[in-house]
């Protein structure tokens, strides 16, 4: 009967078979980062993978062509035609933002030519008062930190990942 009153362990009897495993892998492991990070396995691979791209291509295309009647008999866009709308989508945006700027750069200078008169001994002249009554009220041009700008800046940003 085994003491009890020590605290020793059982014996294992595969404990020298996982210390052998683990070696081993360990061994194995070493051997084939050793083996991958070579010149020739790059070549090997890069070969490899060439060949099966060469291999998939006519099939791809022809999945393509598949996929690209299918779409048009259900009058349903591709995705190249969806990214280019969006394309086009983005810039005629760019163009209402820049239309946008410049109308008021313009409805600033009209503000400023229409400013009213420095008053005399009587008071402010009348063409001063009803010039000023026919200014419209000021807006926020399109500066770098408008939401006019950052709208554009991230349209931008949208149109080149889309591109890519």
């Known amino acids: ?30 051997s084939m980062v050793d083996a991958v990070n070579t010149d020739a396995y790059a070549q090997a691979t890069g070969a490899m993978l060439e060949g099966y791209l060469a291999a998939a291509a006519p099939f791809r295309e022809a999945l393509e062509k598949s996929m690209t009647q299918a779409l048009q008999q259900m009058s349903l866009p591709s995705r190249q035609e969806v990214a280019a709308l969006a394309e086009r989508f983005t810039h005629v945006e760019m163009r209402l933002d820049d239309m946008d700027a410049k109308l008021d750069e313009i409805q600033k200078m009209m503000r400023e030519r229409a400013a009213p008169e420095p008053a005399g001994p009587e ?28 709208r554009r800046i991230a349209r931008k940003r949208g149109l080149r990942a889309a591109q890519r």
Do not use: C, H, I
């Open 123 to 150: 008071g402010p002249g009348k063409a001063a008062v009803e010039s000023s009554a026919q200014v419209p009220k000021p807006q926020v041009a399109a500066s770098a930190g408008s939401p006019q700008a950052r």
């Open 1 to 30: 009967m085994a003491d009890q009153g020590n605290n020793t362990r059982p014996s294992d009897p595969f404990e020298p078979f996982r210390a052998m495993r683990d070696s081993w892998l360990d061994s194995m492991a070493k």
